[in-house]
């Protein structure tokens, strides 16, 4: 790539970036209530994205054998941890780093 197209791609992508995080702001305004079709996404997005993360995540996990064990181990160690503190961000650490022991140690 040129240093002219670099210059571009980068300018693209920054334009895309801010027009997708201050779209919602110009269109939906503090004083004004978004529509009822706006308010269900907001309200089923979040469930759908992390089910389509979990799926995503155990795509290529094989559960025949042992190999599938470390991340159902870690999907409880999730589901525990946010039951305990109620903290998503603790419970997805948690998971991710308790996850990184056990392939790392036990099913090395």
Request: proline share 6%; net charge positive; hydrophobic share 55%.
């Amino acid at each position: 790539m040129t240093l002219l197209q670099q210059i571009l791609t980068v300018a693209v992508v920054v334009l895309g970036t801010m027009t997708t995080r201050f779209l919602p702001f110009l269109l939906f305004p503090e004083g004004r209530k978004p529509p009822a079709f706006i308010r269900y996404l907001g309200t089923v997005l979040p469930s759908a994205v992390i089910g389509l993360l979990v799926v995503f995540c155990l795509k290529d996990a094989v559960f025949t054998s042992w190999h599938g064990l470390p991340e159902i181990i870690a999907i409880l160690a999730v589901g525990l941890l946010y039951q305990w503190k109620k903290n998503v961000f603790l419970s997805i650490a948690g998971g991710t780093v308790f996850y990184m022991i056990l392939v790392q140690t036990l099913f090395s």
